[in-house]
């Protein structure tokens, strides 16, 4: 059985996937999407194929994408024939399902209903620091969108009790703007501890949207219901599987 959170905020259909109901084993024991994995890629299809079929898709139009830790932004008219280089996707063409493959980074759906313009983005630290939040509220726009229309949804994403990080890390951030000291707490010795969810909601403010909010759910301290990455790393696991947030017209 397929487990779907959703938001209010966001009008057109979608949903931020747990791993529970698919078709994997062993690491990546239930609903592993991302095809960048070492799990079989014919379980990665079936496992995304429940996925379309939970939100009326055609297989083939699940489109993700080649994850770069970039602020690019594709724009789609259709169901591209490769996966494209990038870190978000915007359209205002209905049957197309936007799909951000994430396992502890931040996936942010994005909506203006009334414009029918949507958008989705993979913004982890780097992402997110790089801007990739606003260029995706920039494409969604310039394809009619406004931005005080556009309701932004951060789903499952590591929390900053989880998310320790080194000094030169803070010092990246505060190189770039000083205020942003207010997202780390202390934590053991010179290390730190990161809050994304409320950098992500922060520069999604910053960007003028309408609304923004994050899930409240933490994928590390979760394992029943989240891959993570870190939590991965700790155990020592060869490999993780991918969670997957899609939201479409």
Known sequence: MLEILTS??????HGFFTR?????????????CGPGSSDQSDIVRINRARVAGALGLEAGALVSLN???????AVLTEVPQ?????????????????????????????????????????AGWRGAQGGVLEATVEAMVALGARREGISAVI?????QAAYEVGPEFFESFTADDPDNSRFFAN??????????????????RMAGVGHAEWTRHCTYADPARFYSYRRTTHAG????????????L
């Open 20 to 32: 529970k109901g698919g078709a994997s084993s062993g690491i990546f024991a239930g609903l592993n």
């Open 155 to 159: 789903g499952p994403t590591i929390s």
């Open 237 to 248: 696991e060869a490999d993780y599987g991918r969670l997957i947030s899609v939201i479409r």
């Open 8 to 13: 209010e905020a966001i009008a057109p259909q």
């Open 67 to 73: 994850q770069i830790h970039s602020a690019t932004v």
């Open 187 to 204: 934590g053991r010795g010179d290390r730190m501890l990161f809050d994304l969810p409320a950098f992500g909601l922060h520069r999604l």
């Open 82 to 122: 490769a996966r494209i280089a990038a870190d978000a996707m915007v359209t205002n063409v209905p049957g197309i399902g936007l799909g951000i493959l994430t396992a502890d980074c931040q996936p942010v759906l994005f909506a203006d209903p009334q414009a029918g313009v949507i958008g989705a983005a993979h």
